[in-house]
């Protein structure tokens, strides 16, 4: 990376531009259809729901559900 490069993400990252990607499935995503989705997937979660059930239900892939789950920490 350059020195120049380098320099000029530091600054955006300071100024609050540089943030990276958004959060595709959280109770605050901008997408209402992906709050959604994740509301039904926390709520099937805590219930005990087999994650494939969860998966059919809210279209969400068992990877990203499992994810979601570690990331939120929904089961202990």
């Not at 958004?22 to 259809?33: E, P």
């Not at 997937?41 to 087999?50: K, N, Q, R």
Request: overall charge positive.
């Amino acid at each position: 990376m350059l020195e120049r490069q380098r320099e000029g993400i530091k600054e955006a990252k300071k100024r609050g531009v540089y943030k990276g990607r958004q959060t595709a499935y959280s109770a605050t995503s901008k997408n209402a259809k992906d709050r959604l989705a994740y509301d039904q997937l926390v709520s099937l979660v805590t219930a005990g729901a087999p994650i494939k059930e969860v998966a059919r239900r809210t279209g969400i892939g068992r990877s990203t559900i499992y994810r979601i789950i570690k990331r939120d920490q929904l089961r202990k």
